[in-house]
């Protein structure tokens, strides 16, 4: 059974294995996050690597499983090689980090569950965070990914790791995260119209249910659009 005892998990366990000088013996991309600098507007904590600490310290306040909290922890790995000439900004620092991510993973022996999540979330907190933004096709794309072989369980472990990156934030604690009921609600009402779905056999009405869907998912984006 893999043991992930070693992995800083938490807030306390980041901040230990920092001061100690463990993490950058065994976690150097994490290591590199600390003296990055982020935009002050949307991250007032400045530091990256502080981030990363208020993230785990939000994904424990959540209960966020081991799985959703390594995930927490290198989503944003991509903002370790950001050249400093561009600081604070960090352009497509979710592609930047896949390969960092797939490293970590391969150097530690994760699940290959814990793999496809941290990989996903880093590529995708960006996208999960404007979901609001996003057309109705493109929300059903996004929902399919975080659905597809895994159920449920994925969807909450994706969701509860972005949620703590955006709470994560100094002044951010007690801000709520609508984007995460959104998701969670059409993922509810598209697995509800697969049921019937799954009944179709011509072209004509697979079209029809796939409006169907793109029109579900359209009125709950009002919904929640018009709520915040």
């Not at 294995?17 to 013996?25: T, W």
């Not at 290591?31 to 904590?45: D, I, M, N, R, T």
């Not at 959540?62 to 390594?70: E, K, W």
């Not at 994706?158 to 955006?166: F, G, I, Q, T």
Request: charged share 20%; proline share 5%; hydrophobic share 40%.
């Amino acid at each position: 059974m893999f043991d992930y005892s070693a992995i800083p998990l938490s807030f306390l366990g980041l901040v230990d294995l920092h001061n100690s000088g463990g993490l950058l013996a065994h976690f150097p991309e994490v290591e590199a996050l600390y003296g990055v600098p982020q935009s002050a507007a949307h991250h007032p904590e400045i530091c990256t690597g502080a981030h990363i600490e208020l993230c785990l310290a939000m994904a424990t306040q959540l209960s966020a499983t081991p799985a959703a909290c390594f995930a927490t922890l290198v989503h944003d790995l991509g903002k370790g090689v950001t050249p400093s000439h561009e600081w604070p900004k960090h352009h497509q620092h979710e592609t930047a980090g896949l390969p960092l991510v797939t490293s970590v993973c391969s150097r530690l022996g994760v699940p290959d569950y814990w793999t496809q999540l941290a990989l996903f979330v880093c590529e995708k907190h960006i996208v999960i965070h404007r979901s609001f933004e996003l057309r109705p096709r493109t929300v059903v794309t996004l929902v399919d990914q975080m659905t597809r072989g895994h159920g449920s369980t994925f969807m909450e472990d994706a969701l509860v790791a972005c949620e703590s990156d955006a709470r994560g934030r100094l002044g951010f604690e007690n801000k709520a995260y609508p984007q995460g009921a959104f998701l969670r609600e059409v993922g509810q009402a598209l697995q509800a119209e697969a049921a019937t779905a799954c009944l179709l056999r011509t072209n004509r009405e697979e079209q029809a249910a796939h409006l169907r869907r793109l029109a579900m998912v359209r009125q709950i984006q009002k919904k929640f659009v018009a709520g915040t």
